[in-house]
């Protein structure tokens, strides 16, 4: 089975401009999350879906971002224009809806995001 | 606001040598994640411990969960090499919206030394 799978690996961009990152998760994850590391800080979190609905928001920094899961599959999550501190690794995360009653979220290997 | 505090933030220990890993957490939660991340690599999920007392092992590994004190320990006996990497505690919490969301620790760099 796959695993999350997130692309790209790396990005380099200039203050100002635009970069989306994309997320595709386990086959058959109902739950994607969107994360986010800066540097020396902790993982924290940006959004949840499910399927193609935004569940909870609550974690992202300001109307820059915009994350969207078109059909249910995969997520993209863009940020537009770039800013200094927007710079960090994002994580995506995927769950099937409590299986076994626990709902363990699989990890995506993250886009590290350097902007310039 | 649920925080989650993790010690050490860095730790060095020589192989064959025993240490733990502390995760204390400021609300009340009955569900804690203990991950694994290699550099450039996935989190990978180490441990699920689900309610108080609860203990869990797998191989050099063990964590413990205890609710009442707020602190989930992960403990490593005999280190080996392959045992380097960042290791994250999460804190479960069921928001506002119904979903579980992950707080997580800010994670302990761990190098083996031979």
């Known amino acids: 089975e796959a695993g999350v799978t997130q692309f790209p690996s790396h990005s380099v961009i200039e203050k100002g401009q635009t970069v989306t990152l994309r997320c595709d998760p386990i086959?058959?994850?109902?739950?994607l999350y969107w994360y986010r590391r800066v540097m020396g800080k902790e993982i924290k979190f940006l959004l949840h879906?499910?399927?193609?609905?935004?569940?909870?928001e609550s974690g992202m920094p300001n109307n820059r971002f915009l994350a969207e899961r078109t059909g249910g599959t995969y997520s993209t999550l863009k940020v537009q224009p770039a800013e200094l501190e927007d710079s960090g690794v994002y994580f995506c995360?995927?769950?099937?809806?409590?299986?076994?009653?626990?709902?363990?979220?699989?990890f995506g290997p993250g886009t590290r995001l350097t902007v310039l | 606001e649920l925080k989650v505090e993790q010690n050490p933030l860095f730790l060095s220990m020589q192989e064959g040598k025993n240490y733990t890993i502390y995760c204390n957490y400021s609300?009340?939660?009955?569900?804690l994640y203990w991950y694994r991340q290699d550099p450039g690599k996935s989190l990978e999920s180490l441990f699920v411990?689900?309610?108080?007392?609860a203990v869990k092992q797998e191989g050099r590994l063990m964590a413990s969960l205890d609710t009442k004190a707020r602190l989930s320990t992960l403990h490593i006996t005999a280190a080996v090499h392959d045992l380097s990497a960042t290791y994250f505690c999460?804190?479960?919490?069921?928001?506002?919206?119904?979903?579980?969301?992950?707080?997580f620790g800010t994670g302990t760099r761990l190098t083996i030394i031979p």
């Open positions: 609300t009340t939660s009955d569900r």
């Open positions: 879906f499910v399927k193609e609905s935004k569940q909870d």
């Open positions: 999460a804190v479960a919490s069921i928001t506002n919206f119904g979903n579980e969301k992950l707080t």
């Open positions: 995360a995927s769950s099937h809806p409590l299986r076994l009653g626990v709902d363990t979220q699989y």
């Open positions: 411990l689900l309610s108080n007392g």
């Open positions: 086959s058959g994850h109902d739950n």
